[in-house]
């Protein structure tokens, strides 16, 4: 390929991620989709293609479909047993984020509630709702009539309406409700961390990738009492680590996080869904595979001050 062709694609590349990434809830998947959609660029008579953008977008949604199908068939996405891979804010595979609708389709939340649908649901509401496709262009890109389209937007918007919606915070108002978060969680006292939670709140982790399932917290209380005993300091957990990590505080996926890190490691997450201002949700993860690139996005950015320097 000339240099031409490969600034081309490269022009598109954030672009694509972000579609890839939405579609399919995976950094590294969609990497994969990116480098294949590239692969198939290479191999393209590119003189026939008169709208790379739209080329481009018709390959990446269509072979982030193949791998939803393909997941699906191998029940590797089975209910219970998945979790979005989280993002830090200011990650460029986070993509457009101007509208409502842009960034909550990135949330954790959506992208879970979004396992919901079929794949073809999902491309569609992707493409409609974050990047304001029309339904002309979505069936062009998908090989559907306008009808079909509209059909399947239809039904994704009311399998996505009984899901709960969380706001997105800035990195302000994240450190408030972490530092809330941690001197309640700090305190020994199940109460008050009751207090943060709404009264239907649950919780979800990943058990370090050590469990062959995801942990469900279906109660405040219950979620509570495991986060007082989790952020207990122990030599054990310091162990565990490699040492004493530095605890921040964080914006991931628009919601605020506990970000715990060890030498420029990220080695644990705890991001916090809010819905009128308490907690939701509770979503904890420390499996390295599901925090690597947060990890490589952290080491990219400045952050401020710890609040907590050694753990």
Known sequence: MDRTAVDRFEASRHRLASLAYRL???????????QDAFLRWQAADRDLIEVPE?????????????????????????????????????????????????????????????????PTERAVYVLREAFAHSHTEIAAILDLTEAASQQHLHRARV??????????????????????FLDAAASGRTERLVALLTEDATGVSDGAGLAATLMVLPTPERIAATLRGA??????????????????????????????VFEGRVV????????????????GMASADRLHRLTAAWAAQEHGAPLIASW
């Open 268 to 283: 644990g997450l705890v991001v916090l869904e809010m819905d009128g201002g308490r907690i939701a949700l509770v979503r």
């Open 54 to 118: 739209a080329w481009l977008t018709k390959v990446v949604a269509n072979l982030c479909l193949d791998r939803l199908r393909s997941a699906r068939a191998r029940r590797e996405r089975a209910a219970g047993d998945w979790m979005p891979e989280p993002l830090l804010a200011g990650d460029p595979m986070l993509g457009p984020a101007d509208t409502a609708e842009q960034r909550e389709s990135v949330s954790l939340a959506m992208l879970t509630l979004m396992e919901r649908l079929s």
């Open 159 to 180: 399998r996505l309406a009984a899901g709960r919606r969380f706001g997105a915070v800035d990195g302000a108002e994240a450190r408030r409700i972490v530092e809330a």
């Open 231 to 260: 952020f207990r300091p122990t030599d054990a957990k310091r162990r565990l680590v490699g040492g004493s990590p530095s605890i921040h505080a964080a914006v991931v996926n628009g919601s605020p996080a506990v970000v715990a």
């Open 24 to 34: 399919l809830g995976s950094a590294a998947d969609a990497e994969d989709a990116v």
